[in-house]
Structures are given as structure tokens and as C-alpha cells.
């Protein structure tokens, strides 16, 4: 696995050997496993072109760690109970009443 990220491309040998990996060898001196940082993690599991895959992979992560701590939510609410999702229904429905145009003699 390890020979893998290597022959990735110099993009990734540098963010290997600094964010780091590691090897757990047993008695013998065999990789029993391996222990890879997050972004090589998904990195390994996306696939595609290396350098284009750790630009999403640190978006996602920087996304991720934006709504752990508490970044602005968007524009919209997910409603989380029933009577939220109704009411959204019904605001959103007597929204489109409003917006609506209606056609003469329709």
C-alpha cells in the first residue's frame, strides 16, 4: 500500500512522509498493518487523479471541521421534528400561493 502512494506522484510522497503513516511490522519484520492520517485515508479510498482527489479530500475535511465547530449554517433549515417539516409545508405552500399568477379566465 505504501509503494501505492509513493508511485501516486511527488504531490503525494511529501504529504506521506510529513502527515504521515504508520507501520506496524510483527516478529518477523512483515507490515502487519498500516495506519494512514484521515486525508490519506480517503484519499487511498477516492481514487482518481491524486492531486485533484486531496484538493476534495481537505475541502470535505475543512467542511467537516467548519460544522464541528459551529459555522453558520446555510441559507435553509433542515426541519429535525414533524410538526417543523409541516410547517415548512405549509409556509412554503402558501408561498407559492402568493407567487402564483394566475391566468385571466383560468
Not at 5 to 13: A, P, R, V
Not at 25 to 52: F, H, K, M
Not at 55 to 72: F, H, I, S, T, Y
Request: proline share 5%.
Amino acid at each position: 500500500m505504501i509503494v501505492a502512494i509513493e508511485k501516486d506522484g511527488s504531490d503525494l510522497i511529501h504529504q506521506a512522509n510529513s502527515v504521515g503513516y504508520v507501520l506496524h511490522e510483527d516478529t518477523r519484520g512483515y507490515t502487519s498493518s498500516i495506519d494512514l492520517s484521515q486525508d490519506l485515508t480517503y484519499n487511498l479510498v477516492l481514487g482518481y487523479d491524486p492531486a485533484r482527489r486531496l484538493k476534495v479530500v481537505r475541502r470535505w475535511m475543512e467542511l467537516e471541521g467548519a460544522a464541528q465547530q459551529g459555522a453558520p449554517t446555510p441559507h435553509f433549515h433542515i426541519p429535525t421534528t414533524l410538526a417543523e417539516a409541516l410547517r415548512l409545508a405549509a409556509d412554503k405552500s402558501e408561498e407559492c400561493e402568493r407567487l402564483s399568477v394566475t391566468t385571466p379566465g383560468a
